[in-house]
């Protein structure tokens, strides 16, 4: 089936820095997802991607919908302790309407 | 975007005995999605469910394992059946929506 290569698996940074990741996937995406997962939650959608080559904000996340259609990145500035969480990507795959996520990246921030 | 009420947000079960997690959408949605995220790993779709019809499970997920209910367009089920250790995990149900899709709090499973 479908596969979203996330990486880094896991990150660990100091506050105030910036954080990038990004998924990759072997075969076309009309949509990328980004989602957040705090302890004990469900994923919150953070971000939505719908047109090759778009680059959307939300507030100091910022993430753009690859131009091959095949990947995506997701980035953080000027990180903060309640940034900590799991960053999921996700897309539907074309023939269907579920969504496949990508592996997450796990986000520790030191204040 | 849609508001999902899901429970319970946890439990604590004997294994051999089976645990009904519910879904309650505030909208009418005609799909409903149940997934599953084991420790420390990403989500799983175990099946789509929609209303009227029998649900549809993936690869390695089936009927007598995790059945599904899914009565109107508001409301679904999901029964973790025989349980053992192995079925802990969080259980998730989630819906799409105009600009994503929406994920309830989950259900956190643990089987002893």
């Known amino acids: 089936g479908q596969q979203l290569n996330q990486s880094p698996q896991s990150m660990f940074i100091q506050e105030g820095e910036d954080v990038s990741m990004n998924c990759t996937s072997s075969?076309?995406?009309?949509?990328w997802l980004w989602y957040k997962q705090d302890p004990g939650e469900g994923p919150v959608l953070l971000i939505a991607?719908?047109?090759?080559?778009e680059l959307t904000s939300n507030g100091r996340l910022t993430a753009q919908f690859g131009i091959t259609r095949k990947d995506s990145f997701l980035n953080i500035s000027a990180s903060i302790p309640s940034d900590v969480g799991i960053y999921f990507c996700?897309?539907?795959?074309?023939?269907?309407?579920?969504?496949?996520f990508g592996g997450g990246t796990r986000l520790m921030v030191k204040p | 975007s849609a508001v999902i009420s899901q429970k319970p947000s946890r439990d604590i079960c004997q294994r051999g005995t089976s645990l009904t997690i519910q879904c309650q959408v505030d909208?009418?949605?005609?799909?409903m999605f149940w997934y599953r995220q084991q420790p420390g790993q990403s989500l799983t779709l175990i099946a789509t469910?929609?209303?009227?019809?029998?649900?549809?499970?993936e690869s390695g997920f089936v009927i007598d394992k995790f059945p599904i209910s899914r009565p109107n367009l508001t409301f679904s089920t999901l029964t973790v059946s025989n349980m053992s250790p192995e079925d802990s995990s969080i259980y998730l149900c989630?819906?799409?929506?105009?600009?994503?899709?929406?994920f309830g709090s989950g259900t956190r499973l643990t089987v002893v």
């Open positions: 909208s009418q949605v005609t799909m």
């Open positions: 989630s819906v799409p929506g105009l600009y994503g899709y929406t």
């Open positions: 075969s076309i995406f009309n949509t």
């Open positions: 469910a929609n209303q009227g019809s029998e649900a549809t499970y």
């Open positions: 996700a897309g539907p795959p074309n023939a269907g309407n579920m969504l496949t």
């Open positions: 991607l719908y047109k090759a080559g």
